[in-house]
């Protein structure tokens, strides 16, 4: 006779049951179907559904078999998931030994996180190139761990009723795939093969459909396309493309012409990372990035002489003219690499050019009837299919500084995805800046970061910012209860929120406080202690009316000190004077005290009779706003080099002057120096930065032979030693050690990396943007934190 089992025992071997709650990105990334596989591994009895809030299971069996479960959880999450947290508590046990996945419950407010689209895995790959596999070159490939997400999201929960996918019924093999718990594509909400997915089709005009019917195949003809100097309009997974042969020069440059495009350099998409590298400097890191999931344009240094090898892809000369920099992406859809080619296909493109389906200015084209209309006359033929866009979403462009990550344009790849909050806010929207605009949803700890928008000065660009927001908040749940906008009067955003507040308070800020509170929230700063904030860009409306960009600010998200700035100098003609870099050549010289003689490129530049109404404007003040930009200052160093005399695009001077910096001769050390004034504004000592003894320098060493390049790189050391002096000196006025360096002319990474390198040789902790972009485009992040912690300025009455 067997001795009684101790009591202990008894309670051990009793059925134990967990409902458990598991919040993030877990809705279209397979975390069902892990779940499930985890439980049938541990024979746990139970269910596991969907609901607004996350993922929701409840799991009965052993008590040590219900811990290892939850404890597995986030450790084994499926490639694309993302764990934010897991609670569970302990119910009555019900009994049964099946565990099942149940129908999503719609009920509740949506809390869940949305999957951003993800690049096609290996997986997918290996299928589309395998002609003995039922998906062999089908252009829609996609499984639990890749393929489109926030893009054809109509709601949550994530289920296919919630996609743009509702339209496609599945096939039985399909289906048989989707209901099996131990295939890829289990619960794949946007599972498709040949027999029942969307169908693409070639299109030469708005009425002749060339292929896609009768076995002829798209690709192939669009392959032929390109081939011949074509310009196509493809549908991706955020809207279309317009895509040319990089190699055919006459192709890239008429693509330039119809999109009015100017010098902008156009991105490029290539097989693989190694069709590129005779092209561009390619570290590791970098690669990383080009291959990861997210796939955005990566911003690379070109090689100065590239080497061709036999059968090298080498770009034409229009497709980046004057830029240091080659915008490269890797395929990041099936028909990307139909496009391209696969192993064994006829010879074609092995570039090509991949840019925005939009005339400049306008937002991306999503819809197939617009694209037919807005599109004509810049495309040949047109690469769609019928799958619907839901979300706009333009590519993601990223570089690498220092050996971390650097987003430029946060977009496609990165959006939805919160961003962490060092501190609770309440439920907010803050409507960012006017150009790059990209808007920010703020609840509890988390910052929902739209998709790029783009300048808020086109309608159409407008229409889809409202479109967003609406779209946001629905897959948020966020409601917001306050509004928050840029403090320019004249900004298309600000009017926005004013028009669009029904009742609820509208709160101004600062345009660099913006700034500096952005890469504060980005490093989990609580703002208990001042930060030394660095602002250098274009434009943003000051304080005291003047345009600022060139600030050293001691900031908190509950205020600000204006510790120095750029002297003033007036800015003559507002964005006729950012086109024309050598009108801002010509004011500083002028503020300087140097005269504008013909031995200087910037005068000889300037027509003679605009010369003569320049004078006269400057001379009597007439719309000459005073600036103290950064960006200005680099405008004007551009054309007084003669690098740069009109800008095509924003920020090209800048661009092209970094450009020069880096082909200077590398044992050359010297740096410029500003001269440092301690004067009194508003009440209070500031130290401001004069450029007139940098401008005088450069005029003597040109007149003396050193060559652009050689005075683009003393200007960039200049600039860096600025910064290492000004921030030496607030640290030793107010004990503050750490600097956040912010703004876009931080996107310039060679002055970026050389004030990082000479603070942190002095002891400074330096805070540099990687998740969010240093420009207008990471703006609202901290225009929410800066409203969490500041009373509101206006409470609109209608």
């Not at 990307?336 to 493109?349: A, I, K």
């Not at 690469?383 to 946060?410: K, N």
């Not at 004990?735 to 990396?753: E, H, I, Q, R």
Request: some cysteine.
């Amino acid at each position: 006779m067997s001795a009684p089992q101790a009591p202990a025992a008894v309670a051990q071997d009793r059925p134990r049951r967990r409902r458990v709650t598991v919040r993030g990105v877990v809705q279209g990334v397979g975390f069902r179907p892990y779940l499930y596989g985890l439980a049938t591994e541990l024979a746990l009895a139970g269910h596991v559904t969907n609901t607004p809030e996350g993922v929701v299971v409840e799991v009965e069996g052993t008590a040590a078999a219900v811990a290892r479960f939850c404890d597995r959880i986030a450790a084994q999450a499926p490639p694309l998931a993302r764990v934010e947290s897991v609670h569970h508590r302990e119910v009555p046990p019900a009994g049964g030994t099946a565990f099942t996945i149940l129908a999503s419950r719609t009920d509740g407010q949506a809390r869940t996180l949305v999957s951003p689209d993800s690049a096609t895995c290996a997986d997918c790959l290996a299928e589309l190139a395998d002609s003995a596999d039922r998906r062999y070159r089908h252009p829609f490939v996609n499984c639990t761990h890749c393929g489109p997400r926030f893009t054809i999201v109509t709601s949550v929960p994530y289920d296919r009723a919630n996609t743009t996918m509702a339209g496609f019924a599945m096939c039985p093999d399909c289906a048989r795939e989707y209901a099996d718990p131990a295939d890829r594509r289990f619960h794949a909400q946007p599972v498709a093969c040949p027999a029942c997915g969307p169908r693409l089709r070639l299109l030469v005009t708005q009425q002749q459909v060339l292929s896609g019917v009768d076995g002829v195949d798209p690709v192939t003809e669009a392959r032929a396309l390109l081939t011949r100097g074509a310009i196509l309009a493809v549908k991706g997974l955020g809207g279309y493309h317009l895509a040319c042969d990089a190699a055919n020069q006459a192709a890239v440059g008429l693509l330039r012409r119809r999109k009015a495009r100017g010098n902008k350099p156009f991105a490029v998409m290539a097989r693989t990372a190694d069709d590129v590298r005779h092209l561009v400097r390619l570290s590791p890191e970098e690669r990383s990035l080009l291959e990861g999931r997210a796939r955005p344009v990566v911003l690379l240094r070109r090689r100065p002489h590239p080497s061709y090898a036999p059968g090298d892809p080498q770009p034409a000369d229009a497709v980046a003219p004057g830029s240091p920099d080659l915008g490269v992406m890797l395929p990041y859809t099936p028909l990307h690499h139909l496009l391209l080619g696969l192993p064994g296909d006829p010879d074609g493109p092995r570039l090509l050019v991949m840019t925005s389906g939009n005339v400049s200015g306008e937002p991306i084209v999503t819809d197939d009837t617009e694209a037919l209309e807005r599109l004509a006359h810049l495309a040949d033929a047109w690469l769609t299919h019928d799958r619907p866009i839901h979300v706009p979403c333009d590519d993601s462009v990223a570089r690498v500084c220092d050996g971390e990550p650097l987003v430029i344009r946060r977009s496609r790849g990165y959006a939805p995805l919160p961003v962490s909050l060092p501190l609770p806010v309440r439920p907010a929207l803050a409507v960012g800046g006017d150009l790059k605009n990209a808007f920010c949803l703020g609840s509890g700890r988390r910052a929902w970061l739209s998709a790029h928008i783009g300048d808020m000065d086109d309608v159409g660009t407008q229409r889809a910012f409202e479109r967003g927001v609406a779209q946001l908040e629905s897959i948020t749940g966020v409601r917001p209860e306050t509004l928050v906008a840029d403090q320019h009067p004249g900004y298309r955003s600000v009017r926005w929120a004013d028009r669009n507040a029904a009742h609820r308070p509208v709160v101004g800020v600062q345009h660099h406080h913006a700034h500096v509170a952005s890469a504060m929230a980005e490093h989990g700063l609580d703002g208990t202690r001042a930060v030394i904030g660095v602002a250098f860009d274009g434009t943003g409306h000051g304080d005291d009316g003047a345009v600022w960009g060139g600030e050293f600010l001691l900031a908190k998200y509950d205020g600000f000190t204006r510790f120095g700035h750029l002297a003033y100098v007036p800015l003559p003609g507002g964005d006729t004077t950012v086109r024309r870099p050598y009108r801002m050549a010509l004011a500083h010289l002028r503020a300087a005290g140097i005269g504008w003689s013909d031995d200087l490129a910037c005068t000889t530049a300037c027509p003679s009779d605009e010369l003569v109404l320049l004078e006269r404007q400057l001379e009597r003040g007439l719309n000459c706003v005073p600036t103290s930009s950064m960006g200005r200052l680099f405008d004007a160093v551009s054309s007084l080099a003669g690098v740069c005399h009109r800008a095509g695009y924003e920020a090209q001077a800048a661009v092209e002057l970094e450009g020069a910096a880096l082909s200077a001769p590398t044992e050359d050390t010297t740096a410029y120096d500003f001269g440092l004034v301690e004067s009194e504004e508003r009440g209070r000592g500031v130290v401001r930065a004069d450029p007139a003894p940098v401008l005088a320098a450069i005029v003597g060493d040109l007149r003396g032979g050193i060559e652009p390049a050689a005075v683009a790189a003393r200007f960039h050391r200049g600039v860096a030693g600025l910064v290492r002096g000004i921030c030496a000196a607030a640290r030793a006025r107010h004990g503050l050690d750490t600097v956040v360096l912010t703004g876009g002319v931080f996107a310039n990474t060679l002055l970026s990396s050389a004030c990082s390198a000479t603070l942190r040789e002095d002891g400074f902790t330096v805070l540099r943007h990687r998740l969010v972009p240093p420009g207008d485009g990471g703006l609202a992040l901290g225009q929410l934190m800066v409203a969490a912690r500041t009373t509101p300025l206006s409470t609109p009455t209608d």
